[in-house]
């Protein structure tokens, strides 16, 4: 996985998100490493992009800090919408799944290597609630909360946060309007079919076959939403 591009992509969520506003002084580069459990020379590549757009100023002896471009190259910022952290940001369902075919079969080895009984019984209780689910919205909860367990089970912050980000972008009316069109009885139970093989071969902790039936599974999905 492409450490440098994660970095990348949870900086600027947190600039739409609002969590930083302009002046606000950013953690040092060992700290974002200790906090990211990346190293410190992707948190410097990763800064010095973002200097060298403005959006962020470092002072020797002070720090980093977020500019006011910043704020204007990301419109949707908490501060200028006035509203919730997320209200204003978009992705298409395009865009989100092509992140999603790159990145979730990317974390099956580090899943693999650290999943724990407990993370495969949260698995489990997904595919069962969503198998149970009574509505198309409350099976897209489940069904997204279980790639994001998935995504938990590897044990790594960084990774967790990201994939918490895709689950919130798939909350957008524009995807869920193409999920609710998209799904017919055939393709709920393909999807639930799919989602226990994965977690099979999970449990049986065999990489070389979960990441297949991931991407199965992610095209399968691509394919009924998005036609390709």
């Known amino acids: ?94 865009e989100l799944m092509e992140a999603r075919m790159a990145l979730e079969p990317a974390i099956i080895e580090m899943v693999i290597g650290n999943a724990t009984t407990a993370d495969f019984e949260q698995m489990a209780h997904c595919c069962t609630r969503a198998e149970a689910a009574t509505s198309v919205e409350e099976f897209e909860e489940w069904d997204g909360m279980f790639h994001e367990v998935i995504a938990r089970a590897a044990h790594n912050g960084f990774v967790a946060r990201l994939f918490k980000l895709m689950n919130q972008a798939r909350a957008q009316g524009e995807w869920g309007m193409l999920k609710k069109r998209s799904l017919t009885p055939e393709r709920r139970l393909a999807y639930q079919l799919e989602h226990r093989a994965l977690l099979q071969a999970i449990k049986a902790r065999d990489p070389v076959q979960a990441k297949a039936l991931a991407v199965q599974h992610l095209v399968h999905v691509r394919r009924n939403l998005l036609n390709y």
């Not at 440098?4 to 900086?11: C, D, E, G, S």
Request: glycine residues 8%; positive net charge.
């Open 1 to 94: 996985m492409n450490s440098t591009y994660l970095f990348r992509v949870t900086l600027l969520d947190q600039l739409h998100s609002g969590q930083w506003q302009a002046g606000d002084r950013l953690p040092t580069e060992r700290e974002f490493g200790e906090q990211y459990q990346i190293s410190r020379s992707t948190v410097r590549k990763v800064l010095a992009e973002m200097k060298a757009q403005g959006w962020i100023a470092q002072t020797v002896g002070s720090g980093t800090y977020v500019t006011d471009k910043a704020l204007v190259a990301v419109p949707h910022n908490k501060a200028s919408t006035g509203s919730s952290p997320n209200a204003g940001w978009h992705t298409s369902p395009a």
